[in-house]
């Protein structure tokens, strides 16, 4: 029996990769994005990653090359994870061949994380496509799979995960640009286009982790008002601010928290 997430997922999820460096108390980082091989060895170090990223004050976006650079899903298996337990985290994947597909999914119910995230849309590792069996493969593993989706496009990815029995979507990647892929304050429109499209098809038949530009309370609560469960962020989480401490994150915490709350109470 597949375990109900909702019962173990925080209202706040940290978006990989930042969930890697960033792990604040009451909320879920996501770890990874993990390939089936090496690529371009150890997740970048922190400093080394901002260096991939280039921040648009004036629109207040961010454009990252971060990509996958990761050891291979088998270094998390054979070395001791630093920070939170695995089972405390959302474990992002992304396959490049059905082959990779399968191994990593294999591994992960070796790993046991709380849930597997299929990051099939990351636009720095070029065309968005799947194997035919993917989402029943990932479903079969009996642990919960979220799929994570881009801002465009996503319909027809949307219906064969949930055909296949996923009940979680994350809701979204970044927007491909020319110099990769854009996150902050213009991703959120879009975003929100997303999560209400998902509601208004799919009802309470799914659960949706809205994510994209939110920086403050206020982005919370017109997630939630789209119709998102789970609240993601991302690129926030590398201000400064947010390197000195969990000061950053509470009034974010607080809100998705009582958001959560205030859902749960509404429903039969």
């Known amino acids: 029996m597949i375990k109900d997430l909702s019962r173990s997922l925080q209202p706040l999820v940290i978006s990989a990769p930042f969930g890697n460096y960033i792990q604040p108390s009451g909320t879920t980082p996501t770890v990874g994005t993990y390939t089936a091989a090496r690529r371009g060895g150890r997740p970048a170090a922190f400093g080394r990653a901002l260096l991939t990223m280039r921040y648009y004050r004036r629109l207040g976006a961010w454009v990252n090359r971060i990509g996958l650079r990761n050891p291979g899903i088998d270094a998390l298996s054979a070395t001791p994870k630093r920070g939170r337990l695995l089972s405390q985290c959302l474990l992002s994947i992304h396959g490049f061949t059905a082959a990779d597909w399968e191994l990593l999914l294999q591994r992960t119910t070796q790993l046991t994380p709380l849930a597997v995230e299929l990051n099939i849309s990351c636009p720095n590792v070029g065309e968005i496509s799947w194997?035919?069996?993917?989402?029943?493969?990932?479903?079969?593993?009996?642990?919960?799979?979220?799929?994570?989706?881009?801002?465009?496009?996503?319909?027809?990815?949307?219906?064969?995960?949930?055909?296949?029995?996923?009940?979680?979507?994350?809701?979204?990647?970044?927007?491909?640009?020319?110099?990769?892929?854009?996150?902050?304050?213009?991703?959120?429109?879009?975003?929100?286009?997303?999560?209400?499209?998902?509601?208004?098809?799919?009802?309470?038949?799914?659960?949706?982790?809205?994510?994209?530009?939110?920086?403050?309370?206020?982005?919370?609560?017109?997630?939630?008002?789209?119709?998102?469960?789970?609240?993601?962020?991302?690129?926030?989480?590398?201000?400064?601010?947010?390197?000195?401490?969990?000061?950053?994150?509470?009034?974010?915490?607080?809100?998705?928290?009582?958001?959560?709350?205030?859902?749960?109470?509404?429903?039969?």
């Open 131 to 268: 194997p035919d069996h993917l989402f029943d493969q990932a479903v079969a593993t009996g642990i919960p799979i979220i799929a994570k989706i881009p801002p465009v496009r996503y319909h027809s990815m949307v219906e064969a995960a949930t055909n296949a029995g996923v009940r979680w979507i994350h809701a979204t990647n970044t927007l491909p640009v020319p110099k990769g892929g854009l996150s902050g304050v213009p991703l959120k429109p879009l975003a929100l286009d997303t999560v209400r499209w998902l509601r208004q098809t799919y009802g309470n038949d799914i659960g949706i982790i809205g994510g994209g530009g939110i920086r403050e309370p206020q982005d919370i609560l017109d997630y939630a008002e789209a119709g998102a469960d789970r609240f993601a962020v991302g690129s926030y989480a590398i201000r400064p601010s947010a390197l000195k401490g969990e000061r950053w994150v509470a009034d974010l915490r607080s809100c998705a928290g009582a958001m959560v709350s205030q859902s749960r109470k509404a429903q039969p």
